[in-house]
């Protein structure tokens, strides 16, 4: 009795490892990741965009650029023209998570 409570439990803990592991970051984050929001221009340096759309964990969509000289990540304000217009350029490209 005591030998099949212990098995069910440790299988049941592999499983929650495991799937843990296979979600990554997003079974952890748990909140939104932008807190401050930028809205002046980066121009030349912005690289990579990341689109993360809104989910239980949280409300607002948000977009995520990772820098081309430091590799930097910086959450754009998706209400500035600039940001629109590069959405709209990059869309095709841009990676949706």
């Given at each position: 009795w005591c030998n099949d409570l212990y098995l069910i439990f440790l299988l049941s803990f592999i499983s929650l490892i495991t799937h843990l592991i296979?979600?990554?970051?997003?079974?952890?984050?748990?909140?939104?990741?932008?807190?401050?929001?930028?809205?002046?221009?980066?121009?030349?340096?912005?690289?990579k965009v990341e689109v993360h759309p809104a989910n239980s964990h949280c409300r607002e969509t948000e977009i995520v650029a990772t820098l081309k000289k430091d590799g930097q990540k910086v959450c754009l304000d998706p209400s500035a023209q600039w940001v629109k217009r590069i959405l709209k350029k990059k869309a095709p490209h841009r990676i949706l998570t």
């Open positions: 296979v979600q990554g970051d997003q079974a952890l984050n748990l909140r939104c990741q932008c807190i401050q929001k930028e809205s002046k221009r980066i121009g030349r340096y912005l690289g």
